[in-house]
């Protein structure tokens, strides 16, 4: 099993989305986008889009499309302006958090520390944690959790020069592997994906050294996405 997530970050408003799920399903109808039991697709939305995106994933009536948040707030529910706490997605289809993405590690000084708290935050709520690592971080990032919760995660391998908006260095998908390797025994096994700079070009050969990939700018547009994943199925 494959995980493609795909992080929109801060794009589209709900005018622009609604077309995306309106493009998306209409190839779903059209059976252009392969209904497979090996492929978990999340699509990681911005707050203001997990409303029209939980009725557009119940609308496709399938288990295909999963929702992610791309932060989550590392305290409890309460008097904290501004943060959005994994309690607060109660009864939204919410099933996963991208958690300490480079850019919020870079630009909001996210530490290793805060995203671990997010993390616990997050599984509090039954909500799966997907942390962002890079080899720079990724020990000292295992060493803010127990021992016994590190296989409970979903890791992702992302160099920051290889994110497409950054640089977009695409690195060789034999060096990501060995990466990977060496990511899941520090992380007891758990799935580790691979994020930068991944399209329709790549993804196969990146989906054949990791157990899934994160998928920022080439989600962007329906039709872009759906290329990608008619390669990766
Ligand atoms: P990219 O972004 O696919 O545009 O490189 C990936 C990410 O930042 O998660």
Redesign the pocket.
Do not use: F, P, Q, R
């Given at each position: 099993m494959k995980y493609i997530i795909a992080?929109w970050?801060a794009n589209h408003n709900i005018v622009s989305a609604q077309n995306w799920f309106d493009q998306f399903s209409q190839a779903v109808r059209q059976g252009r986008v392969l209904n497979t039991d090996d492929l978990v697709v999340i699509l990681a939305l911005p707050y203001h889009l997990l409303v029209p995106g939980a009725v557009f994933a119940e609308k496709l009536n399938s288990r295909y499309i999963h929702l992610a948040v791309q932060n989550l707030s590392q305290t409890e529910a309460g008097a904290f302006t501004g943060e959005i706490a994994a309690e607060n997605l109660k009864h939204l289809p919410v099933a996963v958090a991208l958690l300490g993405?480079?850019?919020r590690r870079r630009l909001y000084k996210e530490t290793n520390q805060d995203v671990a708290q997010k993390a616990v935050q997050a599984s509090l709520q039954g909500i799966q944690p997907v942390v962002?690592v890079d080899e720079s971080i990724y020990q000292q990032q295992a060493q803010q959790f127990n021992q016994q919760d590190l296989n409970q995660l979903i890791v992702?391998y992302?160099p920051p020069s290889?994110?497409?908006?950054s640089g977009?260095q695409i690195p060789d998908a034999a060096q990501v592997g060995q990466v990977i390797q060496q990511i899941k025994q520090t992380y007891q096994g758990s799935p580790v994906l691979y994020?930068?700079?991944?399209?329709a070009a790549n993804v196969r050969d990146f989906l054949a050294v990791a157990d899934g990939v994160?998928?920022?700018?080439?989600?962007l547009e329906a039709e872009k996405f759906i290329r990608l994943l008619q390669q990766a199925g």
């Open positions: 992080n970050k993405h480079s850019e962002c992702a992302e290889a994110i497409s908006t977009g994020g930068g700079s991944v399209k994160l998928v920022g700018g080439a989600s």
